[in-house]
Structure formats: C-alpha cells, structure tokens
C-alpha cells in the first residue's frame, strides 16, 4: 500500500510541476508509423520528437478488431485514463466516420480503444523488449517520461494525424 502511495504521490508531482516547457500547448501530433517517430507540433513547428512502439503488425491500416495494427488518419485526442494498465493513457478518436464505413463495407467491426500510452505497470517482458520492438496490440506506446509531457501539453482539441 505504502509503495502505491508513494508512486501516486510521484507522478501527481510530475504531472502538475509547473515549468514553462510542460505548460506550452502542443496542437498537433504528428506520428510517422515508418519512422517510428511521433512529433509534437504548435503552430505548425516541431518541438518535441518522441519515439514510439507500435501494434505487432505495423504496416498497413487498421481495417477490424483484433488486426493488431495502428490505424492511419486523421484523429483527436479523446478521453484520458490515469487508471491504465499502462502509465497513463489517452484515447485516439479512432475509428474515424471513413474507419466505420470500410468496416461496415466489410462486414466487420472496426475495433477501437486505441491509446497513446506508456510502458505497462506490470511488464512481462525486458525493458530492452518494450524499447526496441513493436508490441501493442495497435496502440502507440512511449517512454513514460514522454507520456507526462503528452499528458500535460495536450487535450481533446490535439489533432492526431497518423501516417504510414
């Protein structure tokens, strides 16, 4: 119990410290699914870049539930999640009204839940695993100390535009 505190204590810390770099605004994330690079943009320039794990079949769109791949678009940033298996987590808006249609054309369902978010609370595998592989079930994973700036900086106006 005490270490559950203090953890908390932590990253309540880390996520309301204010420093001007952690209050500045990001508009816009920019990920590049080929690069493995998620960027940080206000008013059109890069100011943060990140790298990022993806979904355990990372080329191509997400097309139905399951596929195991990071979806290509254009999104939002929605609901939040400090509760997560993971170190804190944010929804993107996936599936987009295009994302439904191609699904429903297909007769399967689109999925959805897919989050950007940090290493998982619990690992089941090495720390060199989760930083040099793909290993979400679709979802964008980042380095915890990336998932606070991302926390702080962004919210549900934050557009998302995940390239191939």
């Known amino acids: 119990m005490y270490r559950g505190l203090v953890a908390l204590s932590?990253?309540?810390?880390?996520?309301?410290?204010?420093?001007a770099a952690a209050t500045e605004h990001i508009d816009r994330l920019v990920i590049k699914k080929s690069?493995?690079?998620?960027?940080?943009?206000k008013n059109g320039k890069v100011v943060r870049e990140m790298d990022i794990a993806l979904g355990l079949m990372p080329k191509g769109h997400k097309v139905r539930e399951g596929d195991f791949r990071t979806p290509e678009g254009e999104y939002r940033l929605g609901r939040r999640n400090s509760n997560s298996s993971f170190f804190l987590s944010i929804?993107?808006?996936?599936?987009?009204?295009?994302?439904?249609?191609?699904?429903?054309?297909?007769?399967?369902?689109?999925?959805?839940l897919i989050?950007?978010?940090?290493?998982?609370?619990?690992?089941?595998?090495?720390?060199?695993?989760?930083?040099?592989?793909?290993?979400t079930d679709g979802c964008i994973a980042v380095s915890n100390n990336d998932m606070i700036e991302l926390w702080r900086t962004t919210d549900a106006s934050t557009r998302v535009s995940i390239l191939p």
């Not at 690069?35 to 943009?41: H, S």
């Open 10 to 19: 932590l990253i309540l810390t880390l996520l309301f410290a204010g420093t």
């Open 35 to 41: 690069e493995r690079k998620m960027l940080a943009l």
């Open 91 to 112: 929804e993107v808006t996936y599936p987009n009204t295009l994302d439904k249609l191609n699904a429903e054309r297909l007769g399967v369902s689109p999925g959805g």
């Open 115 to 135: 989050m950007i978010h940090g290493q998982p609370n619990q690992p089941k595998k090495s720390r060199s695993y989760y930083e040099n592989f793909d290993w």
